[in-house]
């Protein structure tokens, strides 16, 4: 599923305060806080039956988040490039 439609509410909400450019990128810095939120909780309760002193190895939804944060931070580039080029001319 898309970042724009999990995050829909949060988009609209941050894009409507600071703009779509700066709204996305305050939304990319939550999923990434979210991640890293979740690799912490992943740490400490789910640890490896071969070696109990590391994680489990089940990132998925860790990557979600972080391929999430990864498309804001494109369309971000790609507005800032379009606004960059519309000035130019």
């Known amino acids: ?5 999990t995050r829909r509410d949060e988009l609209e909400k941050y894009e ?9 990128l305050a939304v990319s810095l ?11 909780q992943h740490g400490v309760y789910c ?5 109990p002193s590391k994680p489990a190895l089940d990132l998925e939804t860790v990557m979600t988040e972080i391929n999430g944060a990864k498309a804001l931070i494109q369309s ?8 960059r080029e519309a000035n130019q001319t």
Request: charged residues 20%; proline residues 3%.
């Open 16 to 24: 409507f305060m600071m703009g779509p450019a700066r709204g996305r």
């Open 76 to 83: 971000v580039m790609q507005e800032l490039e379009q606004a």
């Open 30 to 40: 939550d999923a990434l806080t979210d991640a890293l939120i979740l690799i912490g």
């Open 47 to 51: 640890t490896s039956n071969r070696n």
């Open 1 to 5: 599923m898309s970042i724009f439609h």
